[in-house]
Structures are given as C-alpha cells and as structure tokens.
C-alpha cells in the first residue's frame, strides 16, 4: 500500500506510521526529518539523520543532504558546538555556502586565528575550489597572487582581485604563462588562445607583454599562422 493511498483513505496518524516503516526509502525518511523539524522535534531529527548517514556511506550525494538537514536541526536547537563541527566538514567537502555559515558563528576576536585554521585546512584536504572562493570572498590579495603563482592558468581570472597592488607580479605571471602556452601552440586555435591572452594583459597590465611578444615574433617567425594571429592583435 503506497503513501498516497494511505493519505486519501487514512488519518494523519497512520500516514505517519507508514513512513516511520519505510525509512530504507531515502525519500520517506526525508519527510520523516521533516516532520520531525517541523514540530522543532530536532533531537529526532537529528537520530534520523544520523541513522541514515550511516546506512547510506556509498552513496555521497545523500550523506551531504541528510548533512545538511542535520545542521539546519542544529541551528533550529541553537547547537552551536555542532553546528561548527558540521559546518567545517561540509565546508571541506566543497560546499563554499557553509564557509559563511562557519564564518557568523564566531565573534570577529576569534575569527582571525579560526581563518587561518579553515584556510589550512582547506589546503590539506586538496579542496582548491572552496578554497580560492573562500580567499577570494575574503580578498586575501597575497594569498591569491601565490594561488595564481602556483596554478597560472588562474590568473586569467582572478588578476582583478589583485591589482593595482601586485601589478608587476600580475604582468609577470600573466608573461611567464604566455611563453608556456606559446611554447606548446602548435595550430591556429592554439595561437588564437596565445594572442588572447596577450590582449588580456595588455589591458590588465599596460606594455607588461612588449617583451614575451618581441620573443614569440623571434622565435617562431616560421609559423605564419601564429604570426597572422599576431598582426590580429597588432603585434606585428
């Protein structure tokens, strides 16, 4: 017998009851959660939840909703022991929402120590997504120039976020990566995407990329598709 037909010819009671039986069904303990927080019956909630993390391990898309159901029960509780605990893991799990949530549990005397903390933590747990967001969010300037030192792609978009400040270190990474692109170009698209990144930093950085193009004309003066890319973009 399916709920529907349970809720058109029974009472509430027994509505209930049938979900409280099925809660293997994913979907019946989500309302049974529901319920639950709905009546602020957040300790059952909460036992819920917690049942249901450990009886789903393989499937990780529900152990971050039940998750986050959790946290909501914690935070409709006023649990904020728990709701830091769980903000955290959420939070190294990709999930940059929880970053501003952890952020507001914490008096701004603690949070300076609390970020460096996150920001370590982020690292090691290899979560470079939610941790450019966080700096970025934050904007961290330092620590996004090193990010973009690091990973040079990423100065492409994130070079805003750091200038006037850093400007010729913006010229030199956005240089630096011109060459290696340049270097490993070996068709016209590939050139196209080179001369485009010299325009991005010729915007970004005024006359930053005279030098790296006077070399791409020296050096690869014999592919004339790189150098038709390069009169595009007035280089040549």
Same mark, same amino acid.
């Given at each position: 017998?399916?709920?529907?037909?349970?809720? *058109?010819?029974?009472?509430?009671?027994?509505? *209930?009851?049938?979900?409280?039986?099925?809660?293997?069904?994913?979907?019946?303990?989500?309302?049974?959660?529901?319920?639950?927080?709905?009546?602020?019956?957040?300790?059952?909630?909460?036992?819920?939840?917690?049942?249901?993390?450990? /009886?789903?391990? *393989?499937?990780?898309?529900?152990?971050? @909703?039940?998750?986050?159901?959790?946290?909501?029960?914690?935070?409709?509780?006023?649990?904020?022991?728990?709701?830091?605990?769980?903000?955290?893991?959420?939070?190294?799990?990709? /999930?940059?929402?929880?970053?501003?949530?952890?952020?507001?549990?914490?008096?701004?005397?603690?949070?300076?120590?609390?970020?460096?903390?996150?920001?370590?933590? @982020?690292?090691?747990?290899?979560?470079?997504?939610?941790?450019?967001?966080?700096?970025?969010?934050?904007?961290?300037?330092?620590?996004?120039?090193?990010?973009?030192?690091?990973? *040079?792609?990423?100065?492409?978009?994130?070079?805003?976020?750091?200038?006037?400040?850093?400007?010729?270190?913006?010229?030199?990474?956005?240089?630096?990566?011109?060459?290696?692109?340049?270097?490993?170009?070996?068709?016209?698209?590939?050139?196209?995407?080179?001369?485009?990144?010299?325009?991005?930093?010729?915007?970004?950085?005024?006359?930053? @990329?005279?030098?790296?193009?006077?070399?791409?004309?020296?050096?690869?003066?014999?592919?004339?598709?790189?150098?038709?890319?390069?009169?595009?973009?007035?280089?040549?």
């Amino acid at each position: 017998m399916g709920l529907e037909i349970i809720n *058109q010819f029974y009472d509430e009671n027994a509505s *209930q009851k049938f979900i409280n039986q099925n809660l293997n069904n994913i979907d019946f303990r989500y309302m049974a959660i529901k319920s639950a927080m709905a009546t602020r019956g957040y300790d059952k909630a909460i036992s819920l939840c917690i049942e249901g993390e450990n /009886e789903n391990r *393989q499937y990780p898309g529900i152990i971050k @909703t039940l998750q986050e159901m959790r946290y909501a029960a914690y935070e409709g509780m006023g649990n904020k022991t728990e709701q830091k605990a769980l903000a955290l893991t959420l939070l190294l799990d990709g /999930e940059f929402d929880y970053f501003l949530k952890y952020k507001n549990l914490y008096s701004k005397s603690e949070w300076e120590n609390v970020f460096n903390e996150v920001l370590k933590k @982020t690292e090691k747990a290899g979560a470079r997504g939610v941790y450019l967001k966080i700096i970025t969010h934050e904007k961290h300037k330092p620590r996004i120039l090193a990010y973009c030192e690091k990973y *040079q792609n990423a100065i492409v978009d994130y070079h805003s976020h750091i200038l006037p400040e850093f400007k010729l270190e913006v010229g030199q990474i956005f240089t630096d990566y011109i060459r290696r692109r340049a270097s490993g170009a070996d068709n016209r698209g590939q050139y196209s995407e080179v001369c485009n990144l010299i325009k991005i930093c010729d915007k970004a950085c005024p006359g930053a @990329t005279d030098k790296v193009c006077a070399e791409i004309i020296q050096q690869y003066a014999r592919k004339p598709a790189f150098m038709d890319e390069m009169r595009k973009i007035k280089k040549l």
